[in-house]
Each structure stands twice: as C-alpha cells, then as structure tokens.
C-alpha cells in the first residue's frame, strides 16, 4: 500500500492535456480517472483501482437497489487514461465539465488517491482550512 501527499499547482493545456507531478508519479503508463465529491476528480494507480472495486463488490449487496444505482453512477464515471511518449495525459471532456477545470489546476495526494481540481474549487473549498483545522483532525477518528 503507498500513501499520496501534497499539493502542487498545474495548468492543463489547449489540448487538455495534464502530467502527474513527479512527487505522485509511478510506473504505470495509465491511469483510472472518475469523478470524485465536492466537484474534484479521483485519479487510481492500478492497484489503487483494484483495491477500490473489490471494496465496492463486498460491500454492496445485490439486492440493495439504491446502493446499486450509486455503485453504478460512481463506477461508470471511470474512464481509463494513457500517457503519451513525455507524460501528458489528455482529460476527458465529460470530467473536465464535472470538475469544472479550464486551465488553473491543483493536483493533490489524498491517500491511496490522487485528487485533480479546478483552483478556484480547491481554493473555495479550503478557504477555512486553518482555522478548521482542530475541528477536522478530530473528525479522522486517531
């Protein structure tokens, strides 16, 4: 298991192409991309991926109709995004619309994920971070 952290700023390109910054970047030459919460996107190394599926197919049950149809609009937002020769990605239109992303970007580790925002989201979004801070570390339960 590897843990991601950090922040680091980016800007997509005319072709909506990204990199992985070297601190998050492993081997593999593609990556799991999906919509996240708060208007953020989930990005999965390989192994990350498989991990999350098998969570997922433990924990929902077949017969619960309405965690089905969550699993089902979480898990169809995955699109499978290959590297080119100098490790560009090309965003998916459909996430790049969802994260609300047009040049300005953040790139963050969120554990066994990656996390990709529109800046002006990730900045809205942390706005009270330190002044939350105590409150929110006490949320993570250790």
């Given at each position: 298991m590897f843990y991601l952290t950090g922040e680091y700023a980016h800007q997509m390109d005319t072709k909506n192409r990204i990199r992985i910054p070297n601190k998050l970047k492993g081997d593999e030459k593609g990556l799991y991309f999906?919509?996240?919460?708060?208007?953020?996107?989930?990005?999965y190394y390989e192994a990350g991926f498989k991990e999350l599926v098998q969570k997922l197919e433990e924990s929902?049950?077949?017969?619960?109709?309405?965690k089905q149809k969550s699993l089902r609009v979480f898990a169809k937002s995955f699109t499978y995004v290959e590297g080119d020769s100098q490790g560009r990605m090309i965003l998916p239109q459909k996430l790049k619309e969802y994260a609300k992303i047009d040049k300005d970007l953040?790139?963050?580790?969120?554990?066994?994920?990656?996390?990709?925002?529109a800046k002006e989201v990730y900045d809205k979004y942390f706005e009270q971070e330190d002044e939350d801070f105590d409150e929110l570390f006490g949320l993570l339960d250790i």
């Amino acid at each position: 298991m590897f843990y991601l952290t950090g922040e680091y700023a980016h800007q997509m390109d005319t072709k909506n192409r990204i990199r992985i910054p070297n601190k998050l970047k492993g081997d593999e030459k593609g990556l799991y991309f999906s919509k996240g919460t708060n208007n953020c996107l989930f990005v999965y190394y390989e192994a990350g991926f498989k991990e999350l599926v098998q969570k997922l197919e433990e924990s929902v049950k077949i017969s619960d109709t309405n965690k089905q149809k969550s699993l089902r609009v979480f898990a169809k937002s995955f699109t499978y995004v290959e590297g080119d020769s100098q490790g560009r990605m090309i965003l998916p239109q459909k996430l790049k619309e969802y994260a609300k992303i047009d040049k300005d970007l953040v790139i963050c580790g969120a554990g066994a994920r990656i996390e990709i925002w529109a800046k002006e989201v990730y900045d809205k979004y942390f706005e009270q971070e330190d002044e939350d801070f105590d409150e929110l570390f006490g949320l993570l339960d250790i």
